[in-house]
């Protein structure tokens, strides 16, 4: 098992460009996340997804979009690009139910910069 | 609201010292979830442990421990004899009953010099 992967490892942006960070599972997690994690601090979340078709914000959901249309993919869409978005992104699944939830595993992480 | 709270931003040890990294965390929730993850220099996040609410045994895994107290609400992890390896920076983090989404804290960097 290949366990989480992302897509790309790096990217440099101009500022108002858009991208999408790719991610995908093969552990048949249901639930799927995508944080964020700024130089000396713990990471955010963004957006999450219980299920294919259901996603959902974050605490900082603000200049991005995700969709899922399976269970293995959960792709991050970010729009016009601003140098606040310059950061770590990590993406995480997890086999959890309504009433347990079980621990994420992570993808290795996109270093993106914006300039 | 829900918060963790790691006040220790740095730690540094010699060798085979014993360290013990605090995690303080709030929710109104009675049933919810702690982690803790091992953050190393190369950058993936690694899973160490996962404790729910209603189970307040310490564990212990190999030279690792951890102290789960819900009358504090402390989350304590402990590196007995420390190793040049154990360098990293750990999260503890709080997963409660909304789709299960991790409130982290903001972490320890631990330095083990030989």
């Known amino acids: 098992n290949a366990g989480v992967t992302q897509t790309p490892k790096f990217r440099i942006l101009k500022i108002g460009q858009s991208m999408t960070l790719q991610c995908t599972q093969d552990m048949n997690h249901n639930y799927m996340y995508w944080y964020r994690q700024d130089p000396g601090m713990g990471l955010k979340l963004i957006y999450y997804s219980v299920g294919a078709g259901i996603t959902d914000k974050g605490e900082v959901p603000n200049g991005y979009n995700v969709s899922r249309s399976t269970t293995e993919d959960f792709p991050l869409r970010l729009e016009l690009a601003a140098p606040s978005q310059t950061s770590v992104y990590f993406c995480?699944?997890?086999?959890?139910?309504?009433?347990?939830?079980?621990?994420?595993?992570f993808g290795p992480g996109t270093r993106l910069t914006v300039t | 609201a829900q918060k963790v709270t790691q006040a220790q931003t740095e730690i540094s040890v010699v060798e085979k010292e014993d360290v013990t990294l605090d995690c303080v965390y709030e929710?109104?929730?009675?049933?919810?979830?702690l982690f803790w993850y091992k953050q190393p220099p190369s950058g993936e996040l690694v899973f160490l442990i996962r404790r729910n609410s209603f189970d307040e045994q310490n564990e212990i895994s190999g030279r690792y421990s951890w102290n789960f107290q819900k009358s504090t609400s402390s989350f304590n992890f402990t590196i007995t004899a420390s190793q040049v390896v154990d360098s990293a920076v750990y999260f503890c983090a709080l997963s409660y009953n909304q789709g299960g989404k991790l409130i982290f804290g903001q972490g320890t960097e631990l330095s083990v010099k030989p």
């Open positions: 929710t109104r929730d009675t049933t919810y979830y």
């Open positions: 995480a699944s997890s086999y959890s139910t309504q009433l347990s939830f079980y621990e994420q595993y």
